[in-house]
């Protein structure tokens, strides 16, 4: 929040815009004026940094449309409303859809300054909040999405931006990225941590069973229905609701879905009664779903209610940076899973996971990392004993093989030494200044080795 609180003052009398401009200026805000209320929305956001100032009674959208508005952009906003004589019925009306305070004309500059510095403190305290909460979710997203490359951090960046949003997001990417991963952590650094996670695969419920098992039914809707059952939009009212692979919905379902979401209510099979639903929708396909709509495959329109952001999740193959790390992590939980002693990563093991073209991507890669951990040979094929397998060479080149090996050992170094420099130029045999370049190039933070050590004791 700048250093000069922001105030979003709208009124339809311009000679009441100057004065009022005039005198919070002279009090050391900084003013946006407007004319009415579109000019105002269009002017917020959900981290805007101010205090949004109403008159209540203005020509077209009045204060109370504007108040309502605003305050489902966020729900924290500070929104003053100011009031004529004999309007403080309406006031109270401000107050109870949660506005932050009331004037009523005329006020004394003075009570109207004071009640602005105390909207525009809480305002900058719950910004700071959730810049905090942020920061602090992108660590704890660092021991769910794994990887140091700058894929992975750009996706736990937007991960952890998105989550705090509480907006619906599509996923997009191919088999095995993770989508389902992402989705949870949506979920869980989210507002609605404390509701339900529900998901449903639309490729896996057969078409005549998709409506039952999104909107619930009634009992006897249809023949089998002996007993009223909810629907996942219902169960996931309070929380997240996950369509994985909503690519497969049928074009019928997208329009009755649609309306759904729009108007925020369902109505089961076999019943007239509409329930309100409130749950986040997070959708993920691994086609792109605006190609889809242009050839009549996918309705544009469900799109683009869906989609307020669309999160595209890398391939394996460009983070290979993150392979050997992601490798050794499955191994490791493999192991200890099946009570097997873990089972090094050789030098030949490694340059042939580089090589290797993953075109399943991370569920690939875990499946091989399993059959590591079990020793059954073969680790980069899936039939069994299969001991000289060996991967195909369309994948990274010798210097990207030799760029991620040698990234992998330096990682390894300063995990197993705390992050202590010294340690690590003694275990490597590297002096400083080429320890320091490399770590560099590799956007490797010693800081980071020494909080896993600290959390470690």
Same mark, same amino acid.
């Given at each position: 929040?700048?250093?000069?609180?922001?105030?979003?003052?709208? &009124? &339809?009398?311009?000679?009441?815009?100057?004065?009022?401009?005039?005198?919070?200026?002279?009090?050391?805000?900084?003013?946006?004026?407007?004319?009415?209320?579109?000019?105002?929305?269009? #002017?917020?956001?959900?981290?805007?940094?101010?205090?949004?100032?109403? &008159?209540?009674?203005?020509?077209?959208?009045?204060?109370?449309?504007?108040?309502?508005?605003?305050?489902?952009? &966020?729900?924290?906003?500070?929104?003053?409303? =100011?009031?004529?004589?004999?309007?403080?019925?309406?006031?109270?009306?401000?107050?109870?859809?949660?506005?932050?305070?009331?004037? /009523?004309?005329?006020?004394?500059?003075? #009570?109207?300054?004071?009640?602005?510095?105390?909207?525009?403190?809480?305002?900058?305290?719950?910004?700071?909040? *959730?810049?905090?909460?942020?920061?602090?979710?992108?660590?704890?997203?660092?021991?769910?999405?794994?990887?140091?490359?700058?894929?992975?951090?750009?996706?736990?960046?937007?991960?952890? /931006?998105?989550? +705090? +949003?509480?907006?619906?997001?599509?996923?997009?990417?191919?088999?095995?990225?993770?989508?389902?991963?992402?989705?949870?952590?949506?979920?869980?650094?989210?507002?609605?941590?404390?509701?339900?996670?529900?998901?449903?695969?639309?490729?896996?419920?057969?078409?005549?069973?998709?409506?039952?098992?999104?909107?619930?039914? @009634?009992?006897? +809707?249809?023949?089998?229905?002996?007993?009223?059952?909810?629907?996942?939009?219902?169960?996931?009212?309070?929380?997240?609701?996950?369509?994985?692979?909503?690519?497969?919905?049928?074009?019928?379902?997208?329009?009755?879905?649609?309306?759904?979401?729009?108007?925020?209510? =369902?109505?089961?099979?076999?019943?007239? *009664?509409?329930?309100?639903?409130?749950? *986040?929708?997070?959708?993920?396909?691994?086609?792109?779903?605006?190609?889809?709509?242009?050839?009549? @495959?996918?309705?544009?329109?469900?799109?683009?209610?869906?989609?307020?952001?669309?999160?595209?999740?890398?391939?394996?193959?460009?983070?290979?940076?993150? =392979?050997?790390?992601?490798?050794?992590?499955?191994?490791?939980?493999?192991?200890?899973?099946?009570? #097997?002693?873990?089972?090094?990563?050789?030098?030949?093991?490694?340059?042939?996971?580089?090589?290797?073209?993953?075109?399943?991507?991370?569920? /690939?890669?875990?499946?091989?990392?399993?059959?590591?951990?079990?020793?059954?040979?073969?680790?980069?094929?899936?039939?069994?004993?299969?001991?000289?397998?060996?991967?195909?060479?369309?994948?990274?080149?010798?210097?990207?093989?030799? @760029?991620?090996?040698?990234?992998?050992?330096?990682? *390894?170094?300063?995990?197993?030494?705390?992050?202590? =420099?010294?340690?690590?130029?003694?275990?490597?045999?590297?002096?400083?200044?080429?320890?320091?370049?490399?770590?560099?190039?590799?956007?490797? @933070? #010693?800081?980071?080795?020494?909080?896993?050590?600290?959390?470690?004791?």
């Amino acid at each position: 929040m700048s250093e000069s609180p922001t105030v979003l003052f709208v &009124d &339809d009398e311009a000679a009441m815009r100057a004065a009022v401009g005039q005198w919070l200026g002279l009090a050391g805000f900084r003013v946006q004026a407007c004319g009415d209320g579109a000019q105002a929305l269009a #002017r917020l956001h959900a981290d805007f940094d101010g205090v949004l100032v109403t &008159d209540l009674k203005m020509p077209g959208m009045d204060g109370i449309d504007l108040l309502r508005q605003a305050l489902a952009l &966020d729900a924290d906003l500070p929104v003053v409303v =100011i009031t004529g004589h004999g309007g403080v019925e309406k006031a109270v009306e401000a107050m109870r859809l949660g506005a932050y305070d009331f004037i /009523e004309k005329p006020f004394a500059p003075e #009570r109207f300054v004071e009640v602005l510095r105390r909207a525009a403190e809480k305002r900058r305290l719950t910004l700071e909040n *959730r810049r905090l909460r942020r920061e602090v979710g992108a660590r704890e997203l660092e021991h769910v999405l794994l990887g140091t490359s700058t894929a992975a951090q750009a996706l736990r960046g937007a991960v952890a /931006e998105l989550a +705090a +949003a509480d907006v619906g997001v599509v996923l997009v990417g191919e088999t095995g990225t993770g989508k389902d991963l992402v989705a949870r952590c949506l979920h869980d650094f989210g507002p609605r941590r404390d509701g339900r996670y529900v998901a449903i695969n639309c490729a896996a419920v057969p078409e005549s069973m998709v409506e039952s098992e999104l909107f619930g039914h @009634e009992a006897g +809707a249809f023949t089998g229905a002996a007993r009223a059952r909810c629907g996942k939009l219902e169960h996931a009212h309070g929380g997240t609701l996950f369509l994985d692979e909503i690519e497969s919905m049928p074009l019928a379902m997208q329009a009755k879905m649609l309306r759904a979401l729009q108007e925020r209510s =369902i109505e089961r099979l076999g019943s007239n *009664r509409a329930i309100a639903v409130d749950a *986040r929708v997070i959708a993920a396909s691994k086609r792109d779903l605006r190609e889809a709509g242009a050839r009549g @495959e996918f309705r544009a329109d469900l799109y683009y209610r869906l989609s307020v952001v669309e999160l595209r999740i890398p391939p394996l193959r460009e983070r290979p940076e993150d =392979i050997a790390l992601l490798f050794e992590f499955f191994a490791s939980s493999a192991a200890r899973a099946h009570g #097997r002693e873990p089972r090094p990563v050789g030098g030949a093991l490694l340059g042939e996971l580089l090589s290797h073209p993953w075109p399943g991507n991370v569920r /690939e890669l875990r499946n091989a990392a399993e059959r590591h951990a079990l020793g059954l040979g073969g680790v980069l094929l899936a039939g069994f004993g299969a001991e000289d397998a060996r991967p195909s060479a369309a994948g990274a080149s010798l210097v990207q093989q030799m @760029e991620c090996f040698e990234r992998q050992v330096i990682e *390894r170094a300063l995990a197993e030494c705390g992050g202590r =420099i010294h340690d690590v130029m003694a275990h490597l045999d590297l002096p400083r200044r080429t320890l320091n370049e490399k770590m560099a190039r590799y956007g490797l @933070e #010693r800081a980071r080795y020494l909080e896993a050590e600290r959390s470690e004791h």
